[in-house]
């Protein structure tokens, strides 16, 4: 019987290996810019703070991406986000796992002991079906040996749509949108994010995380708007 190889999920060629969802190929174009290590934007340095870092440093300590919000990455990402693509969800983690790994062995990205996701509120992840940063923080968790606990964030405040908004209203309004259901003390935490934008979201849910007490905070994303 004739089997039908797996695609990859952004350039539709055959996979060696199905499984992976995305070819070695895109993979390997999947490579921002030199960024800050701190605040994923562009800078000279891949390995040291920009200058933005180190006059106004952000509430986390690092931020891993897989590549800027462009395509082919973004397609996926949108379709994974607002078409209910859930089976995207693997495929995407690994890209994530392989860039920590990467950071991990280039950067000596410190490990973390608990990951978190970006919580949506009830009412909108009831609309979606689906709250995408926890299907990508369970594959994470999984393979990191990670401790991951669904509910550890809660949105208690149900925002306007960040997106459409300039960066001084996410701020606002995101002014105690959440809530931390567990204790953190002494944790070193990765919160774990679809597509980082202005930072407000993560900033604020980072501030939270270190008001009770965490030791350290990184953010864990699949693109960084740059």
Same mark, same amino acid.
């Given at each position: 019987?004739?089997?039908?190889?797996?695609?990859?999920?952004?350039?539709?060629?055959?996979?060696?290996?199905?499984?992976?969802?995305?070819?070695?190929?895109?993979?390997?174009?999947?490579?921002?810019?030199?960024?800050?290590?701190?605040?994923?934007?562009?800078?000279?340095?891949?390995?040291?703070?920009?200058?933005?870092?180190?006059?106004?440093?952000?509430?986390?300590?690092?931020?891993?991406?897989?590549?800027?919000?462009?395509?082919?990455?973004?397609?996926?990402?949108?379709?994974?986000?607002?078409?209910?693509?859930?089976?995207?969800?693997? &495929?995407?983690?690994?890209?994530?796992?392989?860039?920590?790994? &990467?950071?991990?062995?280039?950067?000596?990205?410190?490990?973390?002991?608990?990951?978190?996701?970006?919580?949506?509120?009830?009412?909108?992840?009831?609309?979606?079906?689906?709250?995408?940063?926890?299907?990508?923080?369970?594959?994470?968790?999984?393979?990191?040996?990670?401790?991951?606990?669904?509910?550890?964030?809660?949105?208690?405040?149900?925002?306007?749509?960040?997106?459409?908004?300039?960066?001084?209203?996410?701020?606002?309004?995101?002014?105690?949108?959440?809530?931390?259901?567990?204790?953190?003390?002494?944790?070193?935490?990765?919160?774990?994010?679809?597509?980082?934008?202005?930072?407000?979201?993560? &900033?604020?849910?980072?501030?939270?995380?270190?008001?009770?007490?965490?030791?350290?905070?990184?953010?864990?994303?699949?693109?960084?708007?740059?």
């Amino acid at each position: 019987m004739l089997t039908i190889p797996g695609l990859c999920w952004l350039c539709a060629m055959p996979l060696h290996q199905s499984h992976w969802g995305i070819c070695s190929y895109c993979q390997r174009a999947l490579a921002p810019p030199p960024c800050c290590p701190c605040c994923g934007l562009p800078a000279i340095s891949g390995a040291l703070p920009c200058g933005r870092c180190l006059l106004r440093p952000p509430p986390w300590q690092r931020l891993v991406m897989v590549d800027d919000y462009r395509p082919p990455l973004r397609r996926a990402v949108q379709q994974f986000k607002f078409n209910r693509v859930t089976a995207l969800a693997p &495929a995407l983690a690994r890209l994530m796992l392989l860039r920590i790994l &990467a950071e991990r062995r280039s950067r000596h990205l410190p490990r973390v002991d608990l990951i978190l996701a970006v919580p949506l509120h009830h009412h909108r992840a009831w609309r979606r079906g689906y709250n995408q940063s926890d299907l990508l923080a369970r594959y994470l968790a999984r393979w990191t040996g990670c401790s991951y606990v669904p509910g550890g964030l809660r949105r208690v405040k149900s925002t306007r749509v960040q997106h459409r908004l300039s960066a001084p209203l996410r701020r606002r309004n995101l002014r105690r949108a959440f809530s931390l259901e567990i204790p953190v003390q002494h944790r070193h935490i990765a919160i774990v994010d679809d597509v980082v934008t202005t930072g407000s979201t993560v &900033a604020e849910i980072t501030r939270l995380l270190m008001r009770h007490g965490a030791a350290t905070v990184q953010i864990w994303c699949l693109c960084r708007t740059l």
